[in-house]
């Protein structure tokens, strides 16, 4: 309960790189998430590249301007043609990481792509896909934005949920 409860969503993060140690925990937590028929279709890309993230921010109009100031990101990347349930599957190792992030003494955000548009009314996930150089047939669901927080927001309170 205290990881779920202290777990927020952080926008603002210190310029400090993260431990390379802490980036690989943090993707094992995501391969230890279940999913359907265990088929594990995810694929998880590390971006850091300033140039990337400057990239990503400007994907969505709105809801995601701050993947450019954050030290890094986890692109959290589903195969459709391996699994009908790659969006619960991603979901699930998504969330899973940005718990172990928050274990780890970090901050993450969720930053939406799939379903979502770029300004000029395109497709945010073929615009990701292009970013990165992702081959078709696979799905962008989120980045997961991760780094040391520069702001503090105050733990859920276990009472405020029954
Ligand atoms: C499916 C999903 C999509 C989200 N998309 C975005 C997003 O695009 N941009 C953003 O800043 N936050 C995004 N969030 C974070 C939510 O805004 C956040 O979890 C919610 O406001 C609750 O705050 P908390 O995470 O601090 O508990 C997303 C979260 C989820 C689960």
Excluded at 119 to 135: H, K, N, Q, T
Excluded at 136 to 142: A, D, F, P, S
Aim: hydrophobic letters at 35%; charged letters at 30%; a neutral charge.
């Amino acid at each position: 309960m205290d990881t779920l409860m202290g777990r927020r969503s952080i926008r603002k993060y210190q310029d400090k790189t993260v431990e390379g140690e802490k980036v690989r925990t943090i993707l094992a937590a995501g391969r230890m998430a279940p999913s359907g028929k265990n088929k594990k279709p995810w694929e998880f890309i590390v971006a850091e590249d300033r140039d990337t993230m400057l990239k990503l921010s400007q994907v969505k109009p709105k809801g995601g301007l701050f993947v450019k100031d954050a030290p890094m990101g986890i692109v959290v990347v589903g195969d459709e043609e391996k699994s009908d349930t790659w969006v619960e599957d991603c979901s699930i190792a998504s969330t899973f990481m940005q718990l172990e992030a928050h274990n780890q003494g970090l901050g993450s955000c969720w930053v939406q792509f799939r379903g979502r548009f770029t300004p000029e009314g395109g497709d945010a996930e073929v615009r990701v896909r292009e970013i990165l150089g992702i081959e078709e047939g696979r799905r962008v669901l989120c980045v997961i934005t991760l780094g040391y927080p520069n702001e503090v927001k105050p733990p859920y309170k276990e009472e405020d949920y029954y």
